[in-house]
């Protein structure tokens, strides 16, 4: 590698050597001389000064290139491969939120018929508790704590097929899928949240049952 100003003539490469340049601030590359002893350039790399945005570097030489080599210079960055990548991701995860969100109202639905045939099912026992001296809040703690319970369960569960899709993507996609400690806390702490929501219907409910009727039922 030589380090040269741009306005320097590489007059020490003989004319059958080749070597790669790096001009300070500027490009980089492959460099030789061909048969008519002409300087050529096989790949150009463009550092971009600090301050700059890249995309707009990008744009700027794109036009020059093509401005003055027409289309026989390509360019190439990896800014533009990062935000290909970006929308990649974006998408998938669209996908897979979505999906999320249909698994996440379906189980909303879900532990609220559970609670209200877990009440109906218990009613003689909700009656004769209630007649025994247990108070109304700790009928309704009671289905509320039931309904944390399945919640967690369930979140613990999540948990473990979400990581046997990640496995599943990581070898479909072909790059690696992480799964990190922040999502799994808030997988948890939205299903506990769900579960106390649509728990308290449920909970009060049953915690409104008259004793007399309940007794009644068979």
Known sequence: QAFVPLTAQPAMFGRQSAAGAFFVGAAAGTMGFGGDNALSLNEIRVGVASGRLMGAVLRQTREYM????GDTISVYSAYEAF?????RYMSMGAVIGLFSSLGLVIA???ILNLMMARIY???RSIGIAISLGAGRSVIFRQFLIEAALLGIIGAVVGLGLSYGGVRLITNIVGE???QSLRAQVYG??????????FGVYPALQASRIN???ALRVD
């Open 66 to 69: 093509y401005q003055t080599h």
């Open 188 to 197: 948890i702490g939205t299903a506990l949240c769900i579960s106390l929501l």
């Open 211 to 213: 004793p007399v009727d």
């Open 83 to 87: 935000h290909e990548q970006q929308r």
């Open 108 to 110: 909303a639905i879900n």
């Open 176 to 178: 690696t899928v992480t």
């Open 121 to 123: 099912r218990r009613i």
